[in-house]
């Protein structure tokens, strides 16, 4: 076969990895990642991406422009999506198309981005393969569990003080950080994963203000912007603080303790009469955050909630177990193995 995953954003590439190694290692098929360059995509952070995920000789770096006539001319047998545009339908004229979403978060966008038709979308759980195939039922949807958590389900490396915080880049907790946070929860080691947007957009510039006064603590590790798999993170930390994020899920589908960092600061455009923009950016899916998480409604709370989780690891242990079945569906290590049957099968 001839398997092109189209890496429109670089993040997309954990998603990726564990499903195109499986392919790799049939010298029977090509494999190509293709990054999409434009306004938001630099050049040298695709590079240093490419670099140090040591997929150079795999990897195509094309102008947002040049992506369809690319694939037209080429005619892989399967593109491979993170995320659908307008455009994906095109493809469907030269080639088979695979939708393996990025994320399993709880905004809007994790079913309405199946409007856009492709040949297949690869699915995490009975929940969201019912739901969507209720929204879409001419669509094509398998339920495979999500391939990112593959390589790191039978690994852990936390020292019982290590906590992880990664916020989404909107709505995100991170403004009502303190900027001494480190010193007032000096017991504990922090690591620090912030979403590539977070880096990349300008509207979100006080996110990286925040992480150059708290590199300076002997506490904290930064994770540079071009490090895209937060799951070595997660392997190596006992507690994660996030807030409205897909890796809440990952978390808990590692058997760890999560707080809920139920807190953000809103652009104005999300306030008050226009609050309801919020609720429709996000999913009802959200409800879970509160079923499986140590919620804090303030920076203030979240002292208590990480020595109750480092106390408790097995806080709201049986509401994890039940949400990973319902939402991340297969945890079995054979989700990219799934994946790729299905691909030799259909081609």
């Known amino acids: ?34 990054f999409h360059q434009n306004e938001d995509n630099d050049l040298n952070h695709i590079k240093k991406v490419i670099d140090q995920s040591l997929i150079s000789e795999h990897s195509i770096i094309l102008k947002k422009a040049q992506v369809d006539d690319f694939y037209k001319l080429q005619k892989p047998n399967w593109i491979i999506l993170g995320n659908t545009s307008i455009s994906s339908e095109k493809y469907l004229n030269h080639s088979k198309t695979a939708l393996m979403q990025h994320g399993i978060g709880p905004k809007s966008c994790t079913y309405s981005v199946s409007r856009i038709k492709t040949s297949v979308r690869f699915v995490e759980g009975q929940h969201r393969l019912n739901r969507l195939k209720s929204m879409f039922p001419d669509q094509k949807f398998i339920d495979t569990g999500f391939a990112k958590l593959d390589p790191y389900l039978n690994s852990n490396n936390s020292d019982g003080k290590t906590i992880l915080y990664a916020p989404t880049f909107f709505p995100s907790s991170i403004e009502l950080f303190p900027d001494n946070f480190p010193d007032l929860l000096k017991d504990y080691n922090f690591i620090i994963k912030l979403h590539s947007f977070s880096f990349r957009k300008d509207k979100y510039r006080d996110h990286v203000k925040k992480l150059k006064i708290w590199s300076q603590y002997s506490n904290v590790e930064i ?21 409205a994020s ?3 899920f990952e978390f808990i589908a590692l058997g760890k303790p999560l707080i809920w960092s139920n807190f953000y600061k809103l652009r104005w455009s999300y306030r008050g009469p226009l609050k309801y923009r919020l609720k429709r950016r996000m999913d009802t899916d959200q409800e879970f955050f509160r079923k499986i998480s140590y919620e804090c409604n303030s920076f203030k709370e979240l002292n208590t909630g990480i020595q109750e989780l480092m106390k408790n690891p097995n806080y709201k242990l049986e509401a994890r177990k039940e949400i990973v079945n319902k939402l991340v569906g297969k945890v079995d290590g054979q989700c990219s193995e799934r994946i790729v049957t299905y691909l030799k099968e259909n081609l």
């Open 223 to 243: 994770v540079d912007s071009y490090q895209i798999n937060i799951l070595p993170f997660m392997n190596k930390s006992d507690i994660l603080i996030s807030d």
């Open 246 to 248: 897909s890796v809440m």
């Open 1 to 34: 076969m001839k398997v092109f995953f189209d890496t429109q954003e670089s993040y997309y590439l954990a998603q990726f990895l564990p499903v195109a190694s499986l392919l790799l290692n049939d010298q029977n098929h090509e494999v190509k990642f293709i």
